[in-house]
């Protein structure tokens, strides 16, 4: 009588159970552990749990290798394992096994599977989470650092001038009405950055494809840029037929071929010249924003739309940048599905190129 209401505890138990002899051989498995590894009892009777390919992967053994030494002197193993279904997949169980006074042994299953897939995906969301505060912190940082030296300079221009202003000749003031005019529009051109980079990562940026004409958008990026331009003499030039047509969010858009030209001006010397060519493709459309700037270190093309840095390269004029614009030009193509890269070589330029979809 007792025999049969332990073998119908067994039976029923909701968990796996698995019983071995003391040597390791399966002697008994229940239905929830049959179904959860989707065998016959027939086909494990008689098999060794350590040996057998029935039950377990290989890599689940050679990573946690069975302790019957352990057991031996009485304690209760923990573990996880992956055990293997003949359709080829998986379920991760955890494993509690003890040594029963008779000799044999007694395995619980519980299926971890789903519980697995939740721990992992919390430690992702945690990764990510310190990943976004650590680029948080080192963003502000590097803003801060650098719109002080902006402002700081803003504000020593506007002493110099206002202490000076009725000595200085009308040369002299313009230099330094251009010098402040030019700090005011790195500072503010970071201040578009930051806003950008804190709506696009609180999800607050509204994604509108819409069908329209590229060179109408490039015609004014360009005349907004063409002042920048001038100060070093640089032509612009937008060479995309007028029939060229795609479908994006035309402010995203903007801000890609701002961000895109705007670093090409500062990486190029004075009398260059600053194309944006397009070209339709089967699927898609390219955008190059072409310049015969500097060039662009190999080592530093592979970094360049990973990760803002606590440094950055000098423009042609000294100009400096947080490589955040880079990254938003990433984020922003890639929320077309589309794709962005760069083609440089030292001295001779570079080709900023991205994909864009077909208007429908």
């Not at 098999?47 to 031996?72: A, G, M, N, Q």
């Not at 640089?234 to 047509?245: E, V």
């Not at 614009?325 to 001779?348: N, R």
Request: proline share 3%; glycine share 6%.
């Amino acid at each position: 009588m007792n025999e049969n209401i332990f073998r119908n505890l067994i039976e029923f138990a909701v968990d796996g159970i698995l019983i071995g002899s003391h040597e390791g051989y399966i002697t008994e498995a229940n239905s929830s552990f049959c179904s959860m590894l989707g065998r016959k009892k027939e086909d494990l009777i008689g098999k060794h749990i350590s040996l057998s390919k029935l039950i377990f992967t290989p890599e689940s053994i050679e990573k946690t290798p069975f302790r019957f030494d352990l057991l031996e002197k009485g304690e209760t193993i923990t573990s996880k394992r992956e055990i293997l279904r003949p359709d080829g997949s998986t379920l991760m169980v955890e494993m509690r096994t003890k040594m029963m006074p008779d000799g044999s042994y007694q395995s619980i299953f519980r299926d971890i599977t789903e519980r697995t897939k939740q721990e992992s995906q919390l430690q992702k969301y945690a990764e990510d989470l310190s990943k976004l505060n650590s680029d948080k912190d080192l963003f502000i940082s590097i803003l801060a650092h650098d719109l002080s030296n902006h402002f700081n300079s803003i504000i020593g221009l506007l002493d110099l001038l206002k202490e000076h202003f009725r000595k200085f000749t009308t040369e002299e003031t313009e230099e330094q009405i251009r010098n402040i005019h030019k700090s005011a529009n790195t500072a503010f051109s970071l201040l578009q950055d930051l806003l950008i980079w804190v709506r696009t990562q609180s999800g607050f940026i509204h994604f509108e494809p819409a069908n329209f004409n590229v060179d109408s958008i490039c015609d004014e990026v360009i005349n907004n840029l063409k002042y920048y331009a001038q100060g070093k003499n640089i032509s612009l030039q937008c060479q995309i037929p007028a029939d060229l047509m795609v479908k994006a969010d035309i402010q995203m858009l903007k801000t890609i071929l701002r961000n895109l030209i705007s670093n090409a001006i500062k990486f190029t010397p004075s009398e260059g010249k600053i194309r944006v060519i397009a070209e339709k493709k089967e699927n898609e459309t390219l955008i190059t924003v072409s310049d015969n700037g500097i060039g662009i270190d190999p080592a530093m093309q592979n970094q360049l739309f990973k990760d803002f840095k606590t440094y950055s390269t000098n423009g042609t004029k000294g100009e400096k940048g947080t490589g955040l614009g880079l990254l938003i030009c990433k984020m922003y193509v890639e929320k077309h599905d589309g794709k962005i890269w760069v083609e440089s070589t030292p001295g001779k330029g570079s080709n900023f190129k991205f994909t864009l979809p077909n208007h429908q």
